[in-house]
């Protein structure tokens, strides 16, 4: 037995929040896990077919509070997420796509990938309904939760 493992991934949820957190894998076994077998197509490597496990990703973000009134769903709708991977590939979400009175798109936190835990490389974020792979975003390091507002505003 090794006794130099690699400290484990940790996730930083930060933004308009009136709880952010930081996370490891296994902090993301604390909310009830779904599993989503998934088909997506990657322009260099073509179709992967893949089964993940994980909390949804509106489950974590909601006990970080984001800072929206709750019971407003216009005021829910104005809030983008924002996930970055260690290697700096980074994709948006919208909070209406994730949330169950608008698109209700079952995004996860991936804890497993294949069966195999996702503890060391961190979560994954896992896009059911994408089409194309590039929103599976690896080794999360952070996800930005809050209301964009362009500069022109
Ligand atoms: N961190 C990170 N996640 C990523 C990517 C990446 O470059 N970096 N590529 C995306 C793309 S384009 C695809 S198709 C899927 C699967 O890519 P893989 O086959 O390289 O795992 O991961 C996605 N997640
Ligand atoms: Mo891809």
Redesign the pocket.
């Known amino acids: 037995m090794s006794r130099i493992t690699a400290p484990p991934r940790t996730l930083r949820l930060y933004g308009d929040l009136e709880r952010p957190v930081d996370l490891t894998v296994a902090q993301l076994r604390r909310w009830p896990a779904q599993r989503a077998e998934v088909v997506?197509?990657?322009?260099?490597?073509g179709a992967?077919r893949h089964v993940f496990t994980g909390p949804l990703l509106r489950d974590v973000a909601a006990e970080a509070h984001p800072a929206f009134d709750v019971h407003r769903r216009k005021d829910r709708s104005r809030f983008l997420i924002a996930v970055f991977?260690?290697?700096g590939?980074r994709s948006v979400l919208s909070w209406p796509e994730i949330d169950a009175e608008f698109g209700n798109s079952p995004v996860l936190l991936a804890t497993t990938l294949d069966g195999r835990p996702l503890d060391a490389e961190g979560s994954?974020l896992v896009v059911p309904g994408d089409a194309?792979?590039?929103?599976?975003?690896?080794?999360i390091t952070s996800i930005w939760v809050g209301a964009y507002l362009p500069p022109d505003r």
């Open positions: 997506f197509d990657c322009a260099t490597n992967q991977g260690g290697d590939h994954q194309c792979g590039a929103r599976y975003v690896s080794a």
